[in-house]
Nanobody, 117 residues
């Protein structure tokens, strides 16, 4: 069965770093568009970063220069390296997989990131 399992969240002080991981199984990972989304309390879920099957990346403006998305197809894993974290980055972060040919989507369960002093 399809699974996306996020890990690496936690608490960090402003200016600190975290690396999130999303381990995928049950589908052909290398052909899927992978992305990270986040949702803070009372706010809409937003796209943070995405990476396609050939390694092209995109980011929401608020994280450009601070976050880096990457993928390791041999490990069926997508990562989000988060540097220079700010309190406004606090949210639950979700991993998403989407097929380019039939638009099938899968979501992970989320991992909490809290940035505070």
């Amino acid at each position: 069965q399809v699974q996306l399992v996020e890990s690496g969240g936690g608490w960090v002080q402003p200016g600190g770093s975290l690396r999130l991981s999303c381990a995928a199984s049950g589908f052909t990972f290398s052909t899927y568009f992978m992305s990270w989304h986040r949702q803070a309390p009372g706010k809409e879920r937003e796209l943070v970063a995405g990476i396609n099957s050939i390694g092209e990346k995109n980011y929401v403006n608020s994280v450009k220069g601070r976050f880096t998305i990457s993928r390791d197809n041999a490990k069926n894993t997508v990562y989000l390296q988060m540097n220079s974290l700010k309190p406004e980055d606090t949210a639950v972060y979700y991993c998403k997989a989407e097929s380019g040919w039939n638009r099938r989507q899968y979501w992970g369960q989320g991992t909490q990131v809290t940035v505070s002093s």
